[in-house]
């Protein structure tokens, strides 16, 4: 027997699964009569973020801004000025996540930084802010600053402007100095033998300014000599060396994106030379040093991400050689320097948050030694 179901059946069935008793028949119930809305997502605007921090010098290549998440918060809006008022503040990013890396920032400029949360509905308040800065990329750190041909290992704190030698001829006994606030936020270390003596001066450039201030060893570190012209400024770092082997390191810049090298001659009453796009670029840092032997400085880069070390060697009409394998990369910061007192300098790293130190000695057929050097 065939079996046919009708309009008015179904209508029956759906008023008994719904409970309602009562036939469909002739009726058109409103959706909203049976079935509620979903208003499960927010209908209000998050509430700002709290506990947003930014790092004080802790990096080269940006400023870190970390923050506490918002639980109904798609997403966020990322501020920055360089006062402390959100009236001058620009947005400068959106984000996803609860942090953010500020590689715009300028090396040595102190900057504001608030947060907003967001979602479908809106944004948030501002966050509390927090100041922040990019730090400056040192050269010339580990230098010889007690005149005994071998190069001291050392280590400069730009947010406090101390530096901390440990001093080969004494056993490398470790002297901690503030020399008299020489450096401090924004300035970088570009310690070299500027005076002749065969010590290491200790000196600082600004890369927001192009300013380098210089304490002579010849003079008992008494009087700071400020260079009468400015040389570098943004996206140049220090690379002081003594290029013309006159035994006077000449100050120097590299910059950091395009390869390019200008140099003041000591020899030539510090008349300043440039090459455009020589050596290097992006990723890659200076580390030019007399790495032959024939006490003219060789210009050279490391880099950052692979650890790569290639040297234009005056020797040899400044022909360009690379180190066979990689010294360090990710996490280590080049620290090269005769630490042998061979005469030839010798390919170095130190680690960034740690203690160890790798050297190629040249003295050793450049195999890498690990060392532990502490300077608690």
């Known amino acids: 027997m065939s079996r046919k179901t009708t309009c008015s059946g179904l209508a029956v069935l759906a008023a008994v699964m719904l409970g309602a008793g009562a036939s469909f028949a002739g009726t058109h119930s409103a959706v909203s009569d049976i079935f509620t809305l979903d208003t499960r997502g927010s209908t209000n605007a998050p509430v700002a973020p709290a506990g947003l921090t930014a790092s004080d010098g802790t990096y080269a290549d940006k400023v870190r801004l970390t923050w506490v998440g918002v639980a109904d918060a798609s997403g966020y809006e990322v ?18 996540t609860t942090n953010y890396n500020d590689i715009s920032a300028l090396v040595g400029q102190t900057y504001y930084y608030w947060a907003k949360a967001t979602n479908a509905v809106g944004a948030s308040d501002f966050s509390s802010s927090d100041s922040g800065w990019r730090a400056g990329i040192s050269a010339g750190v580990c230098a010889d600053y007690d005149g005994d041909r071998l190069t001291d290992p050392a280590v400069y704190d730009e947010s406090a402007g101390t530096w901390k030698v440990k001093l080969s001829s004494a056993n490398y006994y470790l002297l901690v100095t503030t020399l008299g606030n020489l450096g401090g936020p924004g300035w970088a270390s570009v310690a070299a033998d500027y005076d002749g003596d065969h010590k290491a001066d200790p000196a600082v450039y600004r890369e927001l300014t192009g300013a380098w201030v210089i304490l002579p060893s010849s003079a008992n570190y008494a009087v700071a000599i400020v260079m009468s012209q400015p040389l570098g400024g943004t996206g140049y770092s ?3 060396a003594d290029y013309d082997g006159d035994q006077l390191a000449d100050p120097g810049v590299y910059h950091r994106d395009q390869g390019d090298w200008r140099v003041m001659l000591s020899s030539a009453n510090y008349y300043a030379i440039e090459s455009l796009g020589m050596l290097g670029g992006t990723g890659y840092r200076a580390v030019a040093a007399d790495y032959d032997g024939d006490r003219l400085a060789d210009p050279a880069i490391y880099g950052e991400n692979n650890g790569l070390w290639a040297f234009l060697l005056s020797s040899v009409n400044y022909l360009a050689i690379a180190l066979t394998h990689p010294l360090g990369g990710p996490g280590y910061a080049p620290a090269p320097g005769d630490y042998d007192g061979d005469g030839l300098a010798d390919p170095a790293v130190k680690s960034e948050s740690g203690n160890e130190w790798i050297v190629m000695f040249s003295s050793g057929n450049y195999t890498p030694v690990s060392l ?5």
């Open 79 to 96: 501020f920055r000025s360089t006062s402390g008022s959100t009236s001058g503040a620009s947005a400068i990013a959106s984000s996803t």
């Open 238 to 240: 220090g690379a002081p």
């Open 372 to 376: 532990t050097v502490p300077f608690e």
